[in-house]
């Protein structure tokens, strides 16, 4: 199923969105709700242009006339027994507005109208492909209402009749299927064509209204291609029931071919306007005045007479000032072209022949758009212009208009045009890979200070002595560093333990000759010795002693520190392991004890 409400946006043009938007706020301002019906629906539904809108009110239509007239809305004509009212909008919009009613018909021709629901409303319309509605109310904006399955009818291209009975309740239904197939090229469906052929030969034609006849006859002025219309309605007879002076003999062929090939020229550079009233003095350009002046009083909206005698006097006006001053600069021109009505631009493109106008109307097709693509999009990106800028659109218009006129040929000059538009330059990126590194070393900084923290937290004894400075290379680890460490340790002790300062001074020394002697990796065996600390010592050395016991300490500063090796690990983990931290502290001291009297 299509997506209607991408229809309504897209395949609607801008002025008829806009007709359509005011005609829904009046309608809901009133409380009233409100659909798009008919015609409007089936084109949109079959990919057709649209070209009139319908529109039904679930209430009385005519409530709305004195709001829609406020809105910019011309009120062409009305018809009451429906509660139907004719509008024009700008840029030549024709809207129907009517209310949703039943009908029954007691005598054919002569229905009997009642307040119904859009459901109800839809069921008494002419041909299913017609008895189609679109909401256009909030919360079921776009749902299609199809209760006669009239998608199916369009698919196959064919008008299906909505009752059996239809031609027989009102006959005008025969001609305008008629009009429909003319203008669309459809068939009608078997039942529908046996029917309609029984209402030719039955006559049912006389019961339609003098009203109908004269709104279908103008219904032939307005189609994009009369002439196919007209043509096929003569073909069929019915001309003689509508207007008999109407007719294809009485038709100017040549000039309404012409007048068709100018209006699908202007629609081609953007602009859309009817051609009704240029069409009705090439249509009746055979037909006597007195017929002419009888046709128009037919017309049951009046306000397309109106524009039909006024046409003329508009376009030669708009004729005059495109050929003035004012239009003298190409930009000015075009811009005169898409200001003015459609419908007066038409007729002047069609009727004056003067060089003036029809030169410029010739550059208006051929020159003056190649102007756009001669825009520097590239230059404009270079400068940071792009579309995501406030005022995009109108900068390139003016550019456009610029270019129209033969200004800025040169880079420089565009850049001058376009420098008060360029916004600033935005700041340099950020560099992720210096971030990132940074990042990185903060981290691996903060990690190492860690690491640091928690040995030093697990290791009260190698926490630093007030007022010393933290070493800061990989020489802690050799076996100077650690003499220092160990006499670090060792002063550490003497604070904590309760030990007199004499007796702290033997362990010392002998946790720096420790290591050389038995093995015994540096950091363990200053545990070991710090652990046994608090064992008091049995016979404290002379201060000689300490002097001679400190003098190998001095070559182990300039000898490379060596690392124990994994042997020599698990021997230091297993003596301590073994061995209580007081016992073993208190054996070393003895051994020290009695190799310093054998070297006396």
Same mark, same amino acid.
């Given at each position: 199923?299509?997506?209607?409400?991408?229809?309504?946006?897209?395949?609607?043009?801008?002025?008829?969105?806009? %007709?359509?938007?005011?005609?829904?706020?009046?309608?809901?301002?009133?409380?009233?709700?409100?659909?798009?019906?008919?015609? %409007?629906?089936?084109?949109?539904?079959?990919?057709?242009?649209?070209?009139?809108?319908?529109?039904?009110?679930? &209430?009385?239509?005519?409530?709305?006339?004195?709001?829609?007239?406020?809105? &910019?809305?011309?009120?062409?004509?009305?018809?009451?027994?429906?509660?139907?009212?004719?509008?024009?909008?700008?840029?030549?919009?024709?809207?129907?507005?009517?209310?949703?009613?039943?009908?029954?018909?007691?005598?054919?021709?002569?229905?009997?109208?009642?307040?119904?629901?859009?459901?109800?409303?839809?069921?008494?319309?002419?041909?299913?492909?017609?008895?189609?509605?679109?909401?256009?109310?909030?919360?079921?904006?776009?749902?299609?209402?199809?209760?006669?399955?009239?998608?199916?009818?369009?698919?196959?291209?064919?008008?299906?009749?909505?009752?059996?009975?239809?031609?027989?309740?009102?006959?005008?239904?025969?001609?305008?299927?008629?009009?429909?197939?003319?203008?669309?090229?459809?068939?009608?469906?078997?039942?529908?064509?046996?029917?309609?052929?029984?209402?030719?030969?039955? &006559?049912?034609?006389?019961?339609?209204?003098?009203?109908?006849?004269?709104?279908?006859?103008?219904?032939?002025?307005?189609?994009?291609?009369?002439?196919?219309?007209?043509?096929?309605?003569?073909?069929?007879?019915?001309?003689?029931?509508?207007?008999?002076?109407?007719?294809?003999?009485?038709?100017?062929?040549?000039?309404?071919?012409?007048?068709?090939?100018?209006?699908?020229?202007?629609?081609?550079?953007?602009?859309?306007?009817?051609?009704?009233?240029?069409?009705?003095?090439?249509?009746?350009?055979?037909? =006597?005045?007195?017929?002419?002046?009888?046709?128009?009083?037919?017309?049951?909206?009046?306000?397309?007479?109106?524009?039909?005698?006024?046409?003329?006097?508009?376009?030669?006006?708009?004729?005059?000032?495109?050929?003035?001053?004012? &239009?003298?600069?190409?930009?000015?021109?075009?811009?005169?072209?898409?200001?003015?009505?459609?419908?007066?631009?038409?007729?002047?493109?069609?009727?004056?022949?003067?060089?003036?106008?029809?030169?410029?109307?010739?550059?208006?097709?051929?020159?003056?758009?190649?102007?756009?693509?001669?825009?520097?999009?590239?230059?404009?990106?270079?400068?940071?212009?792009?579309?995501?800028?406030?005022?995009?659109?109108?900068?390139?218009?003016?550019?456009?208009?610029?270019?129209?006129?033969?200004?800025?040929?040169?880079?420089?000059?565009?850049?001058?045009?376009?420098?008060?538009?360029?916004?600033?330059?935005?700041?340099?990126?950020?560099?992720?890979?210096?971030?990132?590194?940074?990042?990185?070393?903060?981290?691996?900084?903060?990690?190492?200070?860690?690491?640091?923290?928690?040995?030093?937290?697990?290791?009260?004894?190698?926490?630093?002595?007030?007022?010393?400075?933290? =070493?800061?290379?990989?020489?802690?680890?050799?076996?100077?560093?650690?003499?220092?460490?160990?006499?670090?340790?060792?002063?550490?002790?003497?604070?904590?333990?309760?030990?007199?300062?004499?007796?702290? %001074?033997?362990?010392?020394?002998?946790?720096?000759?420790?290591?050389?002697?038995?093995?015994?990796?540096?950091?363990?065996?200053?545990?070991?010795?710090?652990?046994?600390?608090?064992?008091?010592?049995?016979?404290?050395?002379?201060?000689?002693?300490?002097?001679?016991?400190?003098?190998?300490?001095?070559?182990?500063?300039?000898?490379?520190?060596?690392?124990?090796?994994?042997?020599?690990?698990?021997?230091?983990?297993?003596?301590?392991?073994?061995?209580?931290?007081?016992?073993?502290?208190?054996?070393?001291?003895?051994?020290?004890?009695?190799?310093?009297?054998?070297?006396?």
């Amino acid at each position: 199923m299509a997506d209607y409400i991408y229809l309504l946006e897209n395949r609607l043009s801008k002025a008829q969105r806009s %007709a359509l938007d005011k005609v829904v706020e009046i309608a809901r301002n009133k409380g009233l709700t409100s659909f798009l019906v008919g015609g %409007a629906v089936r084109d949109l539904t079959a990919g057709s242009p649209v070209r009139d809108l319908d529109v039904a009110i679930q &209430g009385s239509a005519l409530k709305l006339k004195k709001d829609i007239e406020k809105a &910019g809305g011309i009120l062409s004509g009305e018809f009451e027994p429906t509660q139907s009212l004719f509008v024009e909008f700008p840029d030549g919009i024709r809207m129907e507005i009517g209310s949703t009613l039943s009908a029954s018909y007691p005598k054919p021709g002569k229905p009997v109208y009642k307040s119904a629901t859009i459901l109800e409303d839809l069921r008494r319309r002419d041909f299913t492909a017609n008895a189609m509605a679109l909401s256009l109310n909030e919360g079921s904006y776009g749902l299609l209402m199809d209760p006669l399955n009239g998608v199916a009818d369009i698919e196959n291209r064919e008008l299906r009749l909505v009752n059996n009975y239809g031609f027989i309740e009102d006959p005008v239904r025969m001609i305008r299927a008629v009009r429909l197939m003319a203008r669309l090229g459809w068939q009608m469906d078997e039942r529908t064509r046996s029917r309609y052929e029984t209402g030719k030969e039955e &006559g049912y034609i006389s019961a339609m209204s003098s009203w109908q006849k004269g709104y279908e006859t103008e219904e032939i002025f307005h189609e994009e291609d009369p002439l196919r219309v007209l043509g096929r309605l003569e073909a069929e007879g019915w001309m003689k029931h509508l207007n008999p002076t109407v007719s294809l003999s009485k038709a100017n062929a040549t000039e309404l071919e012409r007048l068709r090939d100018v209006q699908l020229e202007l629609q081609v550079h953007g602009i859309h306007g009817q051609a009704a009233a240029a069409n009705f003095p090439l249509l009746t350009a055979k037909m =006597p005045p007195k017929d002419i002046a009888d046709l128009k009083k037919s017309f049951p909206r009046q306000a397309f007479v109106r524009e039909i005698e006024n046409l003329e006097t508009e376009g030669k006006a708009f004729a005059a000032q495109l050929s003035s001053k004012e &239009g003298a600069q190409p930009s000015q021109a075009w811009k005169m072209l898409h200001s003015a009505r459609p419908e007066a631009v038409i007729w002047a493109a069609h009727h004056v022949k003067t060089g003036g106008v029809q030169n410029k109307l010739k550059s208006f097709y051929t020159d003056w758009p190649q102007a756009r693509q001669r825009i520097p999009y590239t230059l404009m990106q270079e400068m940071r212009i792009t579309p995501e800028l406030a005022g995009y659109d109108e900068l390139v218009e003016k550019l456009f208009f610029e270019l129209m006129d033969n200004h800025l040929a040169t880079v420089e000059e565009q850049k001058a045009f376009l420098e008060p538009y360029s916004p600033p330059a935005p700041p340099p990126p950020v560099n992720l890979r210096r971030a990132r590194a940074g990042r990185k070393e903060s981290k691996s900084s903060k990690a190492r200070k860690k690491a640091v923290e928690a040995e030093t937290a697990g290791n009260p004894e190698e926490q630093p002595l007030e007022g010393a400075a933290e =070493p800061t290379s990989p020489a802690r680890k050799s076996a100077g560093s650690s003499a220092e460490r160990s006499e670090k340790k060792s002063a550490s002790t003497k604070k904590s333990a309760p030990v007199p300062a004499k007796k702290a %001074a033997p362990v010392s020394v002998k946790k720096a000759s420790m290591p050389a002697r038995s093995g015994v990796p540096q950091k363990v065996a200053a545990k070991v010795v710090a652990k046994g600390a608090s064992t008091p010592a049995k016979k404290p050395l002379p201060a000689a002693k300490k002097a001679a016991t400190k003098k190998p300490a001095a070559p182990a500063k300039k000898l490379p520190a060596r690392k124990p090796t994994p042997v020599k690990k698990a021997v230091a983990k297993k003596v301590v392991a073994k061995a209580p931290a007081k016992k073993t502290a208190a054996k070393v001291v003895t051994k020290q004890a009695a190799s310093t009297k054998s070297r006396r």
